[in-house]
C-alpha cells in the first residue's frame, strides 16, 4: 500500500500541476504509475466537468465558456502533453529519416509544423466544445474522455518498445505486468458501457473511435520514430482527447 500511495503521489506530482502537502519520489514505486494513470484522467476530467457546470450556471457566454474549457486540462497538467504533440508534429511532418526526426524529437525549439498542428488543434476542438454547450448531458464525457485517453497510453507505453533514449519511458515499464495491462483494458473497457448510459449506443463510438485513433497513432509512430517515450505518450493522448470530444461533437 504504501508504494502503491507514493506512485500516486509521484503520479500526480509529475502529470499535474496540483499542488501536494508532501512529494516523496521511489523510484522502485514508479512501476505502479501507469496503472494509476486513469485515476489521474478522473482528477482532471472531474475538475473538467465542474468547470463546465459552473461556467454554465453562471451563464457565462458559450464562446467565452468554449474557451475556458479548451484551456482547462492544458493547464491542470501544466500544457505537458501539449508540449509533446509539438515536439512530435515537429518530428512526423519533417519527413526525413529516423535518425533526424528523433534528432529533431529531442530539439527544444519549436518549429513550423508545430505551431500550425497546434492551431488547427485548438480551432478545431473549440468548436466541438461550443456544439457541446447545448447538451448539458453530454459534460459527463467531460470526466470520460480523459480516463479512456490515459487508460489508452498507459497500455501502450506498458506493451510497445520504448525509444532507447527516453529513461521515464523504461522506467514505467519496467516492473509492469499482466496486472497492469488487466487494470488498464478492464478501465477502458467500462468506458464503454458509461459511454452507452449517458448516451445510448452511439456514445459507445467516443472510446471506440478513441482506440482507434490511438492503435494507428501508435503504429505510425513506431514505425517512423522506432519507439515510445513520453513526448509520443502525449501525442497521442493530445489526439484521442480531441478525437474523442470531436465524435462526441458529431453524434450529439
Excluded at 475556458?68 to 515536439?87: K, Q, R, S, V, W
Aim: one cysteine or more.
Amino acid at each position: 500500500m504504501k508504494s502503491l500511495y507514493y506512485a500516486l503521489n509521484m503520479a500526480i506530482s509529475m502529470f499535474t500541476i496540483i499542488p501536494l502537502p508532501k512529494y516523496e519520489w521511489d523510484e522502485s514505486s514508479a512501476r505502479h504509475m501507469m496503472k494509476l494513470y486513469p485515476f489521474i484522467g478522473l482528477i482532471i476530467g472531474g475538475l473538467w466537468y465542474v468547470a463546465a457546470l459552473l461556467l454554465t450556471a453562471l451563464q457565462v457566454t458559450e464562446t467565452l465558456t468554449a474557451s475556458i474549457l479548451l484551456a482547462i486540462p492544458f493547464l491542470l497538467t501544466g500544457f505537458l502533453h501539449l508540449d509533446g504533440f509539438m515536439d512530435v508534429c515537429d518530428a512526423l511532418l519533417s519527413r526525413r529519416s529516423q535518425e533526424e526526426k528523433i534528432r529533431i524529437l529531442k530539439d527544444s525549439r519549436v518549429g513550423a509544423f508545430a505551431v500550425i498542428s497546434l492551431v488547427l488543434l485548438l480551432i478545431c476542438q473549440f468548436s466541438a466544445l461550443q456544439t457541446l454547450l447545448t447538451h448539458q448531458q453530454s459534460f459527463l464525457f467531460f470526466i470520460l474522455i480523459p480516463i479512456i485517453s490515459r487508460s489508452l497510453v498507459g497500455y501502450f507505453l506498458i506493451t510497445k518498445e520504448t525509444i532507447s533514449e527516453s529513461y521515464l519511458g523504461k522506467l514505467f515499464k519496467q516492473g509492469t505486468g499482466r496486472l497492469d495491462l488487466l487494470i488498464l483494458s478492464l478501465i477502458y473497457f467500462i468506458t464503454f458501457l458509461g459511454s452507452y448510459l449517458l448516451v445510448g449506443i452511439l456514445g459507445i463510438a467516443v472510446p471506440l473511435f478513441m482506440g482507434i485513433a490511438a492503435l494507428l497513432l501508435v503504429r505510425n509512430t513506431q514505425k517512423q520514430l522506432g519507439g515510445f517515450n513520453g513526448d509520443v505518450a502525449g501525442y497521442i493522448l493530445v489526439l484521442c482527447e480531441f478525437i474523442g470530444l470531436l465524435t462526441l461533437g458529431v453524434i450529439r
